[in-house]
């Protein structure tokens, strides 16, 4: 199971969203993994995500945390990476890359699966599993609107709120902030460091100025 399964929105949208986890496993490839997860967080920055976070930190990018610290954090068996590319040629990268390192350890890609599959293809890397989201069930009316959901999906553990990507929307319409600066504000709640300012950017552009002030 990943957090990454439930992103919403466009294919079109989803297309420029990858995510990849670096995961090493108990039992299989987790002791004396440091040094290997290390050497593939320095590879997945050469093939430049749009965020990223280790879990010996649990900061994303736009935290104020910067790459050395990152890397200077990984000392411990087990450090996982959760990180996201705003493009197929940079996921694809980022994939070839990991495969010339061949560290042994798990990797975890999701984005639009026909799309994964193809790369796994051109790569001659065969997945050994395949996981899909179901959809949500229960008291969808609840949820935030699906125009909202296209954002706060992108956070895996859902710690970016409703409320804020209204407000942020509000302001970019205003003209008060960017559409990245906005997106950044967005993003730096994330835990889990998969939200994509870049592709948030693009959804504030199309959606802001469309967005009707009596939705608040």
């Not at 994303?60 to 068996?77: A, C, H, Q, R, T």
């Not at 949500?136 to 959901?149: E, F, K, N, Q």
């Not at 504000?185 to 460091?193: D, L, M, S, V």
Request: glycine share 8%; net charge neutral.
């Amino acid at each position: 199971m990943t957090h990454s399964l439930h992103r919403e929105g466009t294919l079109e949208s989803l297309e420029k969203d990858y995510v990849l986890f670096v995961y090493p496993a108990r039992g299989f490839n987790y002791k004396g993994s440091a040094p290997k997860v290390r050497r593939l967080v320095e590879l997945l920055y050469l093939a430049g995500p749009v965020n990223m976070c280790v879990t010996t930190l649990r900061r994303n990018m736009y935290s104020g945390v910067k790459p050395e610290e990152v890397l200077e954090s990984i000392k411990v068996e087990g450090a996982r990476v959760f990180s996201v590319f705003d493009s197929r040629e940079k996921v694809k990268d980022a994939l070839i890359r990991i495969k010339q390192a061949d560290e042994g350890i798990s990797i975890m890609v999701s984005g639009v699966t026909d799309s994964v599959r193809e790369l796994s293809a051109e790569l001659g890397i065969e997945p050994y599993m395949i996981n899909l989201s179901l959809g949500v069930h229960g008291r969808t009316d609840l949820l935030p609107p699906p125009d909202i959901r296209e954002f706060t999906t992108m956070c895996g553990h859902g710690v970016v709120s409703p409320n804020l990507v209204r407000d942020v929307i509000r302001r970019v319409r205003a003209g008060k902030v960017t559409e990245w600066d906005g997106s950044v504000i967005i993003a730096e709640p994330c835990a889990c460091g998969i939200y994509n300012p870049v592709r948030s950017a693009e959804l504030l552009r199309e959606k802001a100025p469309l967005y009707a002030v009596d939705r608040w």
